[in-house]
């Protein structure tokens, strides 16, 4: 069974930092792009970052430029995302998805973040809670 499960989820002062985790079963992650997504209470999903499957490529949203970071252990078969500088406004539930983005044929599959729209990512994760509060 093809699964994504994040882990980390806690609670964090403001100013804070709190690492996630995204670990794979069922297939091999090192052949795709992982992205991020979080969705605050009564607000759309939001795509914050991606990194490709090699790890040499990361893509962030403005909301988290410069506070985020992705990695990746491609030998633990698990994605990172280093939160810092934590604020109420990241107070959300975050996913990762994996996606095998081809832009071109001649580009190999998972080499290149899509775009942050969730049909472009295959594979979810149930979600973990992110609560920032003093």
């Known amino acids: 069974q093809l699964q994504l499960v994040e882990s980390g989820e806690g609670l964090v002062q403001p100013g804070g930092s709190l690492r996630l985790s995204c670990a794979a079963s069922g297939f091999s992650l090192d052949t795709y792009a992982v992205g991020w997504f979080r969705q605050a209470p009564g607000k759309d999903v939001e795509g914050i970052s991606c990194?490709?499957?090699?790890?040499?490529?990361?893509k962030y949203a403005d909301s988290v430029k410069g506070r985020f970071t992705a990695s990746r252990d491609n030998a633990k078969n698990t994605v990172y995302l280093q939160m810092n500088s934590l604020t109420p406004e990241d107070t959300a539930v975050y996913f990762c998805?994996?996606?095998?983005?081809?832009?071109?044929?001649?580009?190999?599959?998972?080499?290149?973040?899509?775009?942050?729209?969730?049909?472009?990512?295959?594979?979810w994760g149930q979600g973990t809670q992110v609560t920032v509060s003093p």
């Open positions: 998805a994996a996606s095998l983005f081809q832009p071109i044929i001649e580009a190999r599959p998972g080499s290149v973040c899509p775009p942050f729209q969730r049909s472009r990512y295959r594979h």
């Open positions: 990194i490709n499957n090699n790890g040499g490529n990361t």
